[in-house]
């Protein structure tokens, strides 16, 4: 299915953001041989057949110096991701996503976390990201507010896989 989607545009102001107690592990994602294996939060938005082209992206967006991706773990597994971009005083955070059966345990919640914190030392002043509607409730615990409203497509993830096979996109070292 495709059609018109509504997403919540939102802001943070840094200076008063107060940092999250969390016991998570979080941190820089650096291990991209793990982010690339199936079920990683790194690869959570993409299909079978484009895992391995969005880990190559993430990395080479990284060598800029502006982004930097973050990893939270939960009991050592890695949960939740997020992709943070920086430019003239703020930080826009993209791709929050956290693997189903580590949900609702704060993991999304710290990786933003850190996020903020990072770009706040890097002298943002104002952090922004457009939210979905089922994840506006996270987003507002955090301290963004609502600013706007944008409109974008839905793609249903199934029909962009079958898409990408039917057009002879095969995943790297995967049968034909
Ligand atoms: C939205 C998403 C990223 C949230 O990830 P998450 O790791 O579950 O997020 P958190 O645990 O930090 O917070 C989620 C909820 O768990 C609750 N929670 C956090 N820690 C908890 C705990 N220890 N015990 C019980 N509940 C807890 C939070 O209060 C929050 O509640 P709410 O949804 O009622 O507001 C995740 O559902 C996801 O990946 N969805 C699909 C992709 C997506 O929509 N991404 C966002 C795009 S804008």
């Known amino acids: 299915m495709m059609g018109p989607v509504y997403l919540p545009a939102m802001e943070l102001v840094l200076d008063s953001y107060k940092p999250l107690l969390t016991t998570l592990d979080v941190s820089l ?6 982010a690339a294996a199936p079920g990683h939060p790194a690869t959570f938005f993409s299909t079978k057949a ?9 990395r080479e967006v990284e060598a800029f110096g502006n982004v930097f991706h973050v990893l939270a773990r939960v009991g050592g597994h890695p949960a939740s991701t997020c992709t943070a971009f920086v430019h003239e005083g703020v930080v826009g955070i993209y791709d929050v996503a956290t693997v189903e059966d580590l949900r609702r345990q704060g993991a999304a919640a710290a990786a ?10 890097m002298g943002c002043k104002t952090a922004i990201l457009q939210a979905h509607k089922r994840s506006v409730g996270l987003y507002d615990r955090l301290g963004f507010r609502e600013t ?20 002879g996109y095969r995943p790297p070292g995967s049968q034909p």
């Open 29 to 34: 994602l650096v291990d991209w041989e793990d």
């Open 50 to 58: 484009s895992r391995l082209d969005t880990v190559a992206t993430k």
């Open 112 to 121: 933003i976390d850190f996020a903020l914190l990072r770009a706040r030392d």
């Open 148 to 167: 706007g409203m944008f409109q974008s497509l839905y793609y249903s993830r199934t029909r962009m896989e079958a898409e990408a096979v039917a057009k």
